[in-house]
């Protein structure tokens, strides 16, 4: 069974740092896509940070370029989004979600870990 769990949301002030989890399991890493994406109040759902299985290489939305870095430990099946310099704008639930059929649709997702910047 397919499953993404994310942690490591919580309150920080703006400017400082937080650092998400994404635990997955039902699936290995190494073969597909994966990353990250929020949704703040009102908005759609956005990209944040993926790496694309098809070509190695890093996505990063030009909002959080210079200050998000992602980052995947294939042994242990996790990877993670360490957010420094975080600003009010950041705030949203960031989700976890993976590209199982190598379609570039990302269609596997966790429940969700809520990120507030606020001072």
């Known amino acids: 069974q397919v499953q993404l769990v994310e942690s490591g949301g919580g309150l920080v002030e703006p400017g400082g740092s937080l650092r998400l989890s994404c635990a997955a399991s039902?699936?290995?890493?190494?073969?597909?896509?994966i990353g990250w994406f929020r949704q703040a109040p009102g908005k759609e759902r956005e990209e944040v940070s993926c790496?694309?299985?098809?070509?190695?290489?890093?996505f990063y939305a030009d909002s959080v370029k210079g200050r998000f870095t992602f980052s995947r430990d294939n042994a242990k099946n996790m990877v993670y989004l360490q957010m420094d310099f975080l600003k009010p704008e950041d705030t949203a639930v960031y989700y976890c979600?993976?590209?199982?059929?190598?379609?570039?649709?990302?269609?596997?997702w966790g429940q969700g870990t809520q990120v507030f910047v606020s001072s």
């Open positions: 790496f694309s299985h098809n070509d190695n290489s890093t």
């Open positions: 039902g699936f290995t890493l190494d073969y597909y896509s």
């Open positions: 979600g993976a590209d199982l059929h190598g379609l570039g649709v990302y269609s596997s």
